[in-house]
């Protein structure tokens, strides 16, 4: 990101992880939380995270079918 400023879309299979991601990709990094996108967070129906995340700034993607299909 630092190099191109792509944004970074990550891939949390389970849904689950997002807060680990966001602490490493934009505290421990340096990525602006706007230009991070964190993808399947429909198989992890966590609301609590849910609103932690986008209160970060970053982009939250529902995307995909559920963990049940």
């Known amino acids: 990101h630092?190099?191109?400023g792509?944004?970074?879309a990550v891939h949390l299979?389970?849904?689950t992880g997002a807060?680990?991601?966001l602490e490493l990709l934009c505290g421990e990094l340096a990525v602006p939380s706007h230009?991070?996108?964190l993808?399947?967070?429909n198989r992890s129906p966590d609301p609590v995270t849910h609103r932690?995340?986008?209160g970060s700034?970053?982009?939250l993607a529902f995307d995909g079918p559920s963990r049940g299909n």
């Open 39 to 41: 993808g399947h967070l």
């Open 57 to 59: 700034g970053c982009w």
């Open 6 to 8: 792509a944004p970074i």
């Open 13 to 15: 299979e389970l849904g």
């Open 19 to 21: 807060l680990d991601v």
């Open 2 to 4: 630092h190099a191109t």
């Open 52 to 54: 932690q995340a986008a």
């Open 35 to 37: 230009r991070v996108i």
